[in-house]
């Protein structure tokens, strides 16, 4: 069973546009609930975390989670050629509440 | 301030070698994790380790892999006797708590010939 679940992609918008990247969650006790780029052939890096119903803003991203609905997603605003990689959604559920990994999804940022 | 350190950074071993994986958590973070990424995959869960206990072991395989957190020094993943298809990207993070941010160090890349 499968606690944090993403669509694997690709995504791909034009530059400029906004990028919705999306997450659900089925452990009603998840609290946190964090945001991850990976480049290709590197090791992930946090972009955001968001343990409040509502919106979080850091510069051209924002994050939203609603936990009534199980629900993390991920905006990109402006998306520039250099916002594509592969973003990993990830939440305290599962066992001994640790934090899980989604699969990821491949966003591309068409020129 | 140094981040999670891995190494080596990369690794080439021969069918049947064994293979050892270092991370040395960041300063004060006394939870581990151990992830494996095959090429143009996700990130897959192994072990999640505190000083000197496993806390869980469901993503590891039950052959020919273990782990070690102990008390001085890095964490360990160990592989005795690889085979090709253990060829991937180990990654480890670590966390203040079991539900903090998990940081991630730069991954060993291993290669079995």
């Known amino acids: 069973q499968k606690e944090v679940e993403q669509n694997s992609g690709p995504l791909s918008v034009p530059e400029g546009a906004i990028a919705s990247l999306n997450c659900t969650y089925s452990?009603?006790?998840?609290?946190?609930f964090f945001w991850y780029r990976q480049y290709s052939g590197k090791s992930p890096e946090l972009i955001m975390f968001?343990?409040?119903?509502g919106d979080k803003e850091d510069g051209r991203f924002t994050a939203q989670l609603n936990k009534a609905s199980q629900y993390v997603s991920l905006l990109i605003r402006d998306s520039q050629p250099s916002d594509s990689a592969t973003y990993l959604c990830?939440?305290?559920?599962?066992?001994?509440?640790?934090?899980?990994f989604g699969i990821g999804t491949k966003l591309q940022v068409i020129p | 301030n140094a981040g999670v350190m891995q190494n080596p950074r990369h690794l080439v071993r021969r069918r049947g070698q064994e293979a050892r994986l270092r991370c040395s958590p960041m300063?004060?973070?006394?939870?581990v994790y151990w992830y494996r990424q095959l090429p143009e995959e996700g990130l897959k869960f192994m072990v999640y380790?505190?000083?000197?206990?496993?806390?869980?072991e469901s993503g590891m395989p039950k052959e020919r892999f273990s782990a070690e957190f102990p008390k001085e020094g890095p964490s360990i993943l160990r592989i005795q006797q690889v085979v090709r298809g253990d060829s991937a990207a180990y990654f480890c993070?670590?966390?203040?708590?079991?539900?903090?941010?998990?940081?991630f160090g730069p991954g060993t890349r291993l290669l079995v010939l």
């Open positions: 993070a670590s966390s203040e708590g079991r539900r903090e941010t998990q940081y």
């Open positions: 452990d009603r006790g998840s609290q946190s």
């Open positions: 968001i343990y409040s119903n």
């Open positions: 990830a939440g305290d559920s599962g066992g001994y509440q640790k934090v899980t």
């Open positions: 300063k004060g973070h006394s939870h």
């Open positions: 380790l505190q000083k000197e206990n496993i806390i869980d």
